[in-house]
């Protein structure tokens, strides 16, 4: 059964640092979203992604998040300079479409930053 | 106040017990999601009802949907040792432009054998 992916599973980094979390979604979706939950915390909503442009982000997708599709496969989430609350599992999923459609979650990234 | 919100927020039961977990929320929905997250682990959906339909059965799961009252339960029936995880909810909104999920706090099950 088709699964989406993500990589790296665990990622420890210093403040300040950028990194670079990458997910294979589902081969025939067309919807990407990036979700986020801090440890302890409920799952929250980063950004959605279709047609190679955001279509929707919340509040914490602030400028030092970005999001990429650079090839046919991966989707990839960026975070510029990180802070100590970017401390979090960060879950990639993808759908079909929209208007109700499943969405398939990823295993996450733990992001550890120090 | 928050989108989803579950109760209770911790159930413990014994094993072939049936374990019950009710979702409340706030605003109109086009669906209702479960998902289901093993400690630390990623999130597994279960199962989606969407807003006109009321009841669905999926093996020993059985969720329903009250819109007049922005509710949704989950059923396990017969619980396994194997169902201790977290339980939640996730509505999508009515708008066709974005499906972003709003997550619940979560139901914490553990079934003990």
């Known amino acids: 059964e088709p699964e989406v992916t993500q990589t790296p599973s665990h990622q420890v980094t210093q403040m300040g640092q950028e990194v670079i979390l990458r997910c294979v979604p589902i081969?025939?979706?067309?919807?990407f979203y990036w979700y986020r939950q801090i440890l302890g915390q409920k799952v929250e909503f980063l950004v959605s992604?279709?047609?190679?442009?955001?279509?929707?982000k919340s509040e914490i997708f602030d400028d030092q998040f970005s999001v990429e599709r650079p090839d046919g496969s991966n989707f990839t989430l960026k975070i510029r300079s990180t802070k100590l609350e970017d401390s979090a599992m960060y879950f990639c999923?993808?759908?079909?479409?929209?208007?109700?459609?499943?969405?398939?979650f990823g295993p996450g990234t733990r992001l550890l930053v120090l | 106040s928050q989108q989803g919100e579950e109760d209770p927020q911790a159930l413990s039961i014994q094993e072939g017990e049936n374990a019950t977990m009710n979702c409340s929320y706030k605003?109109?929905?086009?669906?209702l999601q479960w998902y289901r997250q093993n400690s630390g682990r990623g999130l597994v959906h279960l199962i989606l009802?969407?807003?006109?339909?009321r009841e669905k059965h999926s093996g020993r799961l059985r969720v329903t949907l009250d819109t007049s009252k922005k509710s949704s339960s989950l059923l396990i029936t017969a619980s396994r040792a194997a169902d201790t995880a977290s339980y939640f909810c996730?509505?999508?909104?009515?708008?066709?432009?974005?499906?972003?999920?709003?997550f619940g706090t979560g139901t914490r099950l553990q079934v003990f054998p």
């Open positions: 999923a993808s759908s079909v479409g929209l208007a109700g459609e499943t969405q398939y």
């Open positions: 009802i969407r807003s006109n339909e």
């Open positions: 996730a509505t999508a909104g009515r708008s066709y432009n974005t499906d972003k999920l709003i």
């Open positions: 992604f279709y047609n190679n442009e955001i279509s929707e």
């Open positions: 605003t109109s929905i086009n669906n």
């Open positions: 081969s025939n979706h067309l919807y």
